[in-house]
């Protein structure tokens, strides 16, 4: 799965998944930004786990927040150097979200949101953990996934992008319940309330969960060190 992100689903291919993207996801996929946004100040050191070519970093950037972004794509964060001047070459990195290269309490927010978690094939609980470990006393770590109740808009998406070759062929058969299965062995999941509960059930935190725009399922976690 990871050949996904880090070759076919990478730099431009990345980017036509969001330009072939209908009116209802673009809505989604701005008011995910917005909502973070709206809760993080412009003085505020931020890290975005699985930035890919930097389209949420250049959201935050446009509302003059300074953030820093990895991925596990070389391409993908050389294809937003390359063609976005907001995106200076020091703010991104290649690294794995379950073993990050920053000393503890380093931002004062972590950020892995459009469903993120899902589609990192490591161990969510160490990346949650390094996550946590990296945010300052008293900051907030934001993850997102889907709602359910964005299901159908979220399938036609994927639809578009698979006619467009940018993953492989549905499997309706095995497609349903919140996962999308493709037959080149593709596999978009989701996290629900209960399962993210289970993720941290062992850490010190306090967790706010809200409903954004009837499409996304936001877990924020503030971080007590």
């Known amino acids: 799965m990871d050949r996904y992100y880090s070759k076919k689903l990478s730099a431009e291919r990345l980017r ?11 809505r989604y996929l701005y008011s ?5 946004s709206k809760r993080i100040k412009p ?9 890919g070519y930097g389209r949420v970093l250049l959201k ?14 070389l391409k ?19 690294m794995d979200a379950s073993n990050l290269g920053f000393r503890d309490q380093s931002f004062d927010a972590v950020i892995c949101i459009q469903n993120g978690l899902s589609a990192f094939h490591v161990d969510k609980r160490d990346v949650i953990r390094e996550a946590i470990r990296v ?3 008293g900051g907030r770590v934001f993850f997102s996934s889907y709602s359910k109740k964005f299901w159908k808009d979220r399938l036609e998406w994927f ?24 037959k080149d062995g593709f596999r978009a999941t989701t996290i629900d309330p209960d399962d993210f509960l ?11 969960i809200n409903e954004v725009d009837e499409s996304s399922i936001f877990y924020i976690i503030r971080v007590l060190q």
């Open 16 to 26: 036509l998944c969001y330009v072939l993207a209908p009116e209802r996801v673009k």
């Open 32 to 36: 995910e930004i917005e909502f973070v």
């Open 43 to 51: 003085s505020d050191r931020v890290l975005e786990l699985g930035c």
């Open 60 to 73: 935050l950037a446009d509302k003059n927040i300074m953030s820093f972004g990895i991925d596990i794509s």
């Open 76 to 94: 993908s964060l050389i294809y937003g150097k390359n063609n976005y001047k907001k995106i200076s070459s020091s703010n991104l990195a290649v």
């Open 135 to 137: 945010t300052k006393s």
């Open 159 to 182: 639809k578009i992008q698979s006619s467009h070759g940018l993953i492989g062929e549905i499997d309706y058969e095995k497609t349903g319940d919140g996962e999308i299965i493709c």
């Open 198 to 208: 289970k993720l941290i059930q062992d850490l010190n935190t306090d967790i706010e």
